[in-house]
């Protein structure tokens, strides 16, 4: 079964905390990786793509570690609006997206 | 704007009953897949579709049966609902080419 493992949380940080998730895959073969952002009650949706050289959003900055199977996501200056479910998702070839749990993050004011 | 639009937010059923979970997306997107989301659980694939008339099980299909006779529809079926199928269901599209998926609203099933 290839997986993907998050630490559940909860994440509770103060505002203007910088704050750091990671998440490892089992399957060597997967091609691409995703972080998405899940609000309470609503459905998922896209945060950003991970790239191999890793990438930044604003205040976000996802890097992937092949080696060692783990991408990592980083929020700088947590904002309230910030508090979310983000889900890890790896990806390989034309197979359904495997995403993780999620961890939750509470940013307070 | 790009959607995903699951038939109904909230349903409640008895069980035994035939229940039947409509998506519809406007994307043109070959792809489509139904998950359910439990507390603690995760997101967990119950079918997929990869083009009009093909599905193929996911993870936990026991229970559930799909139909795809169009490409922008893909229904999900109950044949006889139970409690432990109480959850929340989502839809979900994308594209071969990109694989980004995009998510319906959900709909939230209760089986008493």
């Known amino acids: 079964r290839k997986e993907v493992e998050q630490d559940p949380g909860p994440f509770n940080v103060p505002e203007g905390a910088t704050v750091a998730f990671n998440c490892t895959y089992s399957n060597s073969a997967s091609q691409s990786f995703f972080w998405y952002r899940q609000d309470c009650r609503k459905e998922p949706k896209l945060l950003m793509s991970v790239y191999s050289s890793g990438n930044e959003d604003g205040r976000f900055t996802a890097q992937l570690n092949r080696a060692s199977q783990y991408i990592s996501l980083l929020i700088r200056d947590s904002k309230l609006s910030d508090s979310a479910t983000y889900l890890c998702?790896?990806?390989?070839?034309?197979?359904?997206?495997?995403f993780g749990k999620g961890t939750r993050l509470s940013v307070i004011a | 704007d790009v959607k995903v639009t699951q038939s109904s937010r909230y349903l409640v059923k008895r069980t035994g009953e035939k229940v039947f979970l409509e998506c519809v997306q406007d994307m043109d997107h070959e792809n489509m897949f139904w998950y359910r989301q439990d507390p603690g659980l995760g997101l967990r694939l119950i079918y997929f579709?990869?083009?009009?008339?093909?599905?193929e099980k996911g993870d936990i299909p026991e229970g559930y049966s799909v139909s795809r006779e169009k490409k922008e529809r893909f229904s999900l079926i109950l044949e006889s609902a139970s409690t432990n199928q109480t959850s929340m269901y989502l839809c979900?599209?994308?594209?071969?080419?990109?694989?980004?998926?995009?998510f319906g609203q959900g709909t939230r099933l209760t089986v008493v």
């Open positions: 979900a599209s994308s594209s071969p080419r990109n694989t980004e998926a995009f």
């Open positions: 579709s990869y083009d009009v008339k093909m599905k």
């Open positions: 998702v790896a990806h390989s070839g034309n197979t359904p997206l495997v």
